[in-house]
């Protein structure tokens, strides 16, 4: 399990962050995004990866003060249920997030992903 840096890109009114390489158990460190209240979170594959049997998870913490420490909950999508991106066939997949956490971050579940790449996309109203 590794803890995983995002890069961030920034604009006035939207930041995109992306967390790559991740494998199995890996989390990202989460990022400081209350300000872009309609988020999007989208996996993808890097060249050479699978996302095999793992699950990408999106958690939000409101107590967290540096992106590890603090309670972690998972974030839902529209359905109101966890926000879950598996995409065995395709390598990439896209979910609506509701909450609006001021601490974001994904984390790989168990199983026989690598080279995942997780993107959340948040815009400012």
Not at 14 to 27: C, E, F, H, K, Y
Not at 76 to 85: C, G, R
């Amino acid at each position: 399990m590794a803890n995983i840096t995002a890069v961030q890109t920034l604009s006035t009114d939207w930041v995109l962050a992306t967390w790559s390489g991740m494998a199995q158990g890996d989390v990202g460190i989460g990022i400081w995004m209350p300000r872009y209240g309609d988020k999007t979170v989208q996996s993808y594959l890097g060249a050479g990866g699978q996302f095999g049997t793992s699950s990408v998870f999106v958690e939000g913490s409101n107590n967290s003060t540096d992106g590890l420490d603090g309670a972690w909950v998972y974030v839902t999508d529209p359905s109101a249920n966890n926000a879950q991106l598996t995409s065995p066939n395709s390598g990439t997949n896209m979910e609506a997030l509701v909450e609006n956490p001021p601490w974001i971050r994904p984390r790989v579940g168990t199983g026989t992903g690598s080279l995942v790449a997780v993107a959340i996309f948040g815009i400012r109203h």
